[in-house]
């Protein structure tokens, strides 16, 4: 199944089974400007429904969405940052709030003109992350909006640009290895911040301020999930996700993964030997789809 197919069966099934579902609203309806305000805005004339974040030397900026929610897919069409952006990242992603919070990310990674910037995906168990996985695009992805999808479920994460599955992490709590909460509901959230001492070669290439201000646009956020309303939330929204039998990934889907993974994977914690010294974390020795 393709990956859009896939994202839309999930949809009809949330549907079918639950009130909650949230489905596709304006940007101004779906989301607030949470850091930045005077850096960041939104954009409605003539129809439009965009979201610009802004990053100068004196701050970035940040949105999140007005809702909770507990399993589901939610995407967002970014544009990135043209030209010399090293030093800086915009991120979408998901998280939960506290020391011990859960978090799915999608961070882009800058790079000096002429360098392909970094999908760097993440993601946070109990507060705990290190295992990140990095791709260069296949596409510009300052030069047209490109659509990025986190799709949640119980029993797996799995992260969608363009629709084509790129990673997969799965639920092996009963083998002791950390996923998610099942009872802990993440907003979405998307920003573009300083991040010149790691983002690009390390710290190496820092912020180019003479190219500031860096502007990241984003439109048409779509959250297909269930929307969280508290203890009574975790039981609905865990049974319309179990509902879903096509969150498996399809051989069409997983062919078109290890395509990309096999051409634009540039780097996967699980085969970092120098970082582990071989005693690798438990869930890179099990199959994630």
């Not at 989301?31 to 439009?48: E, I, K, N, Y």
Request: charged share 20%; with cysteine.
């Amino acid at each position: 199944m393709a990956g859009f197919e896939f994202v839309i069966a999930m949809a009809i099934v949330f549907a079918a089974l639950d009130s909650n579902l949230i489905e596709g609203r304006s940007m101004l309806k779906s989301m607030h400007l949470s850091w930045g305000t005077q850096r960041s805005g939104f954009l409605q004339p003539a129809g439009r429904d965009d979201v610009t974040l802004l990053l100068d030397p004196v701050s970035g900026s940040g949105i999140q969405s007005k809702d909770q929610f507990l399993f589901g897919a939610v995407e967002m069409q970014i544009k990135l940052v043209p030209g010399d952006s090293a030093g800086t990242v915009t991120s979408f992603y998901l998280s939960s709030l506290g020391a011990k919070h859960n978090e799915v990310d999608f961070e882009f990674l800058g790079n000096v003109t002429g360098q392909p910037t970094i999908i760097h995906t993440n993601i946070y168990t109990q507060g705990a992350a290190g295992r990140e996985v990095q791709f260069y695009p296949w596409f510009d992805p300052s030069e047209d909006y490109h659509n990025y999808t986190i799709h949640w479920t119980p029993s797996r994460v799995v992260w969608f640009v363009d629709n084509i599955p790129i990673r997969v992490y799965r639920n092996y709590l009963d083998d002791g290895i950390p996923y998610p909460d099942l009872d802990q509901p993440m907003r979405a959230y998307s920003s573009i911040w300083n991040a010149d001492s790691w983002a690009t070669r390390g710290g190496l290439d820092r912020i180019n301020w003479s190219k500031a201000p860096f502007v990241a646009k984003l439109r048409k956020f779509r959250a297909r999930a269930c929307k969280f309303e508290g203890s009574t939330s975790v039981g609905q929204c865990t049974t319309a996700a179990a509902a879903g039998t096509t969150s498996e990934l399809g051989l069409d889907d997983q062919s078109q993964m290890e395509l990309i993974r096999y051409k634009s994977l540039i780097y996967d914690y699980c085969k970092d030997y120098d970082r582990y010294k071989g005693l690798f974390p438990g869930e890179c020795f099990k199959p994630q789809y």
